[in-house]
């Protein structure tokens, strides 16, 4: 009688940590977009606008109301949605990027499973790391971090069927 060893896998860990990268893939890419889109857009609506420069106040007419701003600022304020597109593309592009490592990670985890220490390290570092990001809606990050525990924390059964 020969015996047969079936290869187990962590399949819950890698599920989690699976759905918690697709879900931090998700919201980055929807903050890109909100950085790609719609920021311009309100940029282009601010540098239309028309401007108006004293010595004590700066006026601009934004649908024909007049607004007085008498601080000052480094750069124009029509460049101002611009700065913060940039600011949002980067939170974006580092939540892309943490998802993108997190289901790797899933999935190695799920092909390679005699690595599990480093697969369980590394999502619970980039599903930490997604928090500066975008996390995942929070969720992802948590499943991520859930399911990096419990690919730390899994051993194969020893069972001989």
Do not use: C, D, E
């Not at 998700?26 to 889109?37: D, E, K, P």
């Not at 108006?52 to 601080?71: C, L, Q, R």
């Not at 799920?110 to 369980?120: K, L």
């Amino acid at each position: 009688m020969t015996a047969q060893q079936t290869i187990q896998r962590p399949g819950t860990a890698s599920g989690l940590a699976i759905a918690g990268g697709i879900l931090m893939i998700v919201s980055g890419l929807l903050i890109l977009m909100v950085s790609l889109v719609f920021l311009p857009a309100f940029s282009y609506f601010m540098q239309n606008a028309n401007f108006t420069t004293s010595a004590t106040a700066t006026t601009y007419i934004i649908n024909g109301t007049p607004h007085v701003f008498n601080g000052t600022f480094p750069f124009k304020a029509g460049m101002i949605p611009g700065f913060v597109s940039g600011i949002v593309g980067a939170v974006g592009s580092f939540g892309l990027v943490s998802g993108i490592i997190v289901l790797v990670s899933g999935i190695l985890l799920r092909t390679s499973p005699s690595n599990r220490g480093i697969w369980g390290v590394l999502i619970i570092i980039f599903s930490v790391v997604s928090f500066f990001g975008t996390g995942g809606f929070v969720i992802g990050a948590i499943l991520g971090i859930i399911g990096g525990i419990m690919a730390l924390t899994w051993h194969p059964s020893t069972s001989v069927a």
